[in-house]
């Protein structure tokens, strides 16, 4: 049954990712017919035609490996400085350009003049390029806070789980038992049960564990705190003291092996699936941006702990990359966790609205082949031409994006090396949600 479950999961997924790559090559696709651009294919996945079918001048298509997608566009790139669309050359690095220009109008048919892509004005380009992305982002804050919102999610509450007996720095080793000559935390000495709900602090509500806790560490000396128990509300008096606690991340979360000297009362909240209102949702939504942002810019220094999970004996962090063989993987856990059928619905949209918001962001970074590469191609087309006017001289014309091709197939060389070195780490170190 575990192994039925594994690939229910795992198909689920895939389900999921297919979806998410078609539904980004969909806004590429609609914005280029939108703007009169002529789109011969629109695939999802890459390797062997499963199926296609061919409607209009677009072949539509599933392919073997549902790794990507991909729709071809007439014209990605302009003619050369000598009005050829191919020309012979002996450099490599010449012939790339050259490759990369003559496979941008192979395709090219009588009455596709005016339906080239490198023709149309940079601010449709830069639509055409970021609707992708685009759709990836909505998918994810679609299904995000609907998630949120519907099903909720784990999160640590205002209601005490358990009241730690005696105040030990949260940098020990051990922070469960008592030394000797150790004082009663406030919490103990003040009578604070497991299974009290705190409501409010020193008389200001307390209407999420971020907001209490805040609240504790700014407080030093003597304070009140109402709980509710039994149906009843019940003021308690603590003396709060200064204790090292873990540094927070600002959230209700911990930065971890960093502390600092705070206010302390001394219990650790119970956590339970809550509901989220709508500004809840969304602001949880912004951090989710905020910290894919902060995991994009920080891959480059995950790769020695990558290598180190692969070919040595180093320990695959729960942050560390996750590549689709990964991502597979956890979906293939979802369904044999112990949890409620709605919350294993719940972490799978969590699990395929992750990896469009992933999408998203990789795709933004301004580096061909990415989309972000022709993004920023068009938009320093534009910044050319309108400085060409400004200072009244000729105008340079299109910028030519195909130049950059060298650059692209070393980025997409580092690319696939590090998605090599992440599939041998899903392979032979997943991560694991369990």
Known sequence: MTALMTVLGIVVFVLGLLFSIAWHELGHLSTAKLFGIRVPQYMVGFGPTIFSRKKGDTEYGIKAVPLGGYIRMIGMFPPGDDGKIAARSTSPWRGMIEDARSAAFEELEPGDEDRLFYTRKPWKRVIVMFAGPFMNLVLAVVVFLGVMMTFGVNTQTTTVGEVQKCVVPASAKDTDTCPKGAKDTPANAAGLRAGDKIVAFNGNPTPDWSTLQRDIRETTGPATVTVERDGKRLDLHPTLVKNWVAKTNGRGGYVEGDFV?????????????????????????????????????????????????????????????MGVVGAARVGGEIPNLDIPPSQQVATMLFLVAGFNLSLFLFNMLPLLPLDGGHIAGALWESIRRHAARIFRRPDPGPFDVAKLMPVAYVVAGIFICFTLLVLAADVVNPVRIT
């Open 261 to 321: 000297k705070a206010g302390f009362l001394g219990f650790t909240p119970s956590s339970g699936v809550v509901k989220q209102s709508f500004g809840q949702s969304v602001d949880r939504m912004g951090n989710m941006v905020e910290d894919g942002f902060h995991s994009l810019i920080d891959l480059p220094g995950k790769v020695p702990d990558l290598w180190n999970a692969v070919f040595g004996d180093g320990e695959r962090k729960a942050d560390s990359p």
